[in-house]
């Protein structure tokens, strides 16, 4: 069964406070790994995809990484307007689906101005 | 474009009734998904298909149903609801692999 677990559960950080997220995976065998942003009541927003151990990707202030039994997601510099929750999910090969993402519980970011 | 459309935003059963959530999505995609979130437990996947007539049960499907009649539409019925099925649910679409997800609808069984 595929798993996902991210850590930390909540990060205070104070603005210009440079941090990262971790989502640790097991996956009978890694077709994506994605990082989706969620601000309260809405749906989440895709950020990522990375597909293979030593991938990485950029987005302003945010970065994500991929070794074969985890992610990160850097954040450089945060501003207020980052602080969301934050949200690591993978898809495996197999199965007659695009979409069957298998999500781990997120990470709340809050950054204090 | 509207991308993933779903209704109602907010809706309060009492234990026993029956309702349906709607989904509606314009980027004329072939899959679609229902998830449901529950505070501290990530995004579950209930049921998604694959095409117009196509379904498939996910990781928690008792208590719900689906139909996919059209590509763009995907319901979600809800038979007998029950306290625990309170929860958010977000219905999504995709075509390469990321998802695009809806609002969400919070339902709240009494």
């Known amino acids: 069964e595929d798993q996902v677990t991210q850590s930390p559960e909540a990060l205070r950080l104070q603005e210009g406070e440079s941090s990262s997220l971790n989502c640790s995976y097991t996956?009978?065998?890694?077709?994506?790994l994605f990082w989706y942003r969620q601000d309260p009541g809405k749906g989440p927003e895709f950020l990522f995809t990375?597909?293979?151990a030593g991938e990485e990707k950029e987005k302003e202030r945010l970065k994500a990484t991929l070794t074969k039994k985890e992610s990160f997601l850097h954040i450089t510099a945060p501003k207020p307007e980052d602080s969301a929750t934050y949200l690591c999910?993978?898809?495996?090969?197999?199965?007659?689906?695009?979409?069957?993402?298998?999500f781990g519980q997120g990470t709340i970011l809050t950054v204090h101005p | 474009n509207a991308g993933v459309t779903q209704t109602p935003k907010f809706r309060i059963l009492k234990i026993g009734q029956s309702m349906t959530l709607q989904c509606a999505q314009d980027?004329?995609?072939?899959?679609m998904y229902w998830y449901r979130q529950d505070p501290g437990m990530g995004l579950k996947l209930i049921y998604y298909?694959?095409?117009?007539?196509?379904?498939d049960k996910g990781e928690v499907p008792n208590g719900y149903n689906v139909s996919r009649s059209t590509t763009e539409d995907f319901p979600l019925r809800l038979e007998l609801a029950a306290p625990s099925q309170t929860s958010v649910y977000f219905c999504?679409?995709?075509?390469?692999?990321?998802?695009?997800f809806g609002e969400g609808s919070r339902l709240t069984v009494l």
């Open positions: 999504a679409s995709s075509d390469t692999g990321e998802l695009f």
């Open positions: 996956v009978s065998g890694l077709r994506g």
């Open positions: 990375l597909y293979s």
């Open positions: 999910a993978v898809q495996a090969w197999g199965g007659t689906s695009y979409g069957k993402l298998t």
């Open positions: 980027m004329n995609h072939n899959y």
């Open positions: 298909s694959v095409g117009a007539g196509i379904t």
